[in-house]
């Protein structure tokens, strides 16, 4: 470090140290909230982060799961397997309502009608809860739960 004499009166000393402390904390600070921010999926759950197929629900273990979802503000993928009860398809989309409408309800958004006659299948797509027993995959996927 140059003498008093030959500094600006302005300019502070030069401490590299500090600096170097400086980014190691902020570093530190952004490394603690991305790994908090990582939400935990039960890896025996139907939910996934992005897009991924967990282990499907049913419609009598989706009362267990509607509250279960991760707490995560990216895409949340869902299965569940079951009989398609209604569907309708307006020549654009197509909508599939697995479970009775006593039951939590799952309703599939997809871009074909299914030809599945009472067979079972799997809906896989991005969740989201419709309300209090409603669950709307969109996009969603419709196959064969064999």
Same mark, same amino acid.
């Given at each position: 470090?140059?003498?008093?004499?030959?500094?600006?009166?302005?300019?502070?000393?030069?401490?590299?140290?500090?600096?170097?402390?400086?980014?190691? $904390?902020?570093? %530190? &600070? /952004?490394?603690? $909230?991305? *790994?908090?921010?990582?939400?935990?999926?039960?890896?025996?759950?139907?939910?996934?982060?992005?897009? #991924?197929? #967990?282990?499907?629900? $049913? %419609?009598?273990?989706?009362?267990?799961?509607?509250?279960? =979802?991760?707490? !995560?503000? #990216?895409?949340?993928?869902?299965?569940? $397997?079951?009989? *398609? =009860?209604?569907?309708?398809?307006?020549?654009? &989309?197509? !909508?599939? *309502?697995?479970?009775?409408?006593?039951?939590?309800? =799952? @309703? %599939?958004?997809?871009?074909?009608?299914?030809?599945?006659?009472?067979?079972? =299948? @799997?809906?896989?797509?991005?969740? &989201?809860?419709?309300?209090?027993?409603? /669950?709307?995959?969109?996009? %969603? &996927?419709?196959?064969?739960?064999?």
């Amino acid at each position: 470090m140059p003498p008093a004499s030959h500094r600006t009166p302005n300019t502070p000393p030069k401490r590299p140290w500090q600096a170097r402390h400086i980014l190691r $904390t902020i570093l %530190c &600070l /952004i490394a603690t $909230t991305a *790994i908090a921010a990582t939400p935990e999926f039960d890896p025996e759950g139907p939910f996934r982060q992005g897009e #991924g197929f #967990g282990t499907p629900a $049913t %419609c009598a273990t989706l009362p267990g799961w509607i509250d279960r =979802v991760p707490d !995560y503000d #990216g895409r949340i993928s869902m299965t569940v $397997t079951g009989r *398609i =009860v209604q569907s309708h398809w307006d020549g654009t &989309l197509a !909508y599939a *309502i697995m479970c009775a409408p006593d039951e939590v309800q =799952v @309703m %599939c958004v997809t871009y074909a009608p299914a030809d599945v006659d009472g067979k079972e =299948v @799997m809906f896989a797509g991005g969740f &989201l809860r419709a309300g209090e027993r409603r /669950i709307m995959l969109d996009p %969603c &996927l419709i196959y064969p739960a064999d």
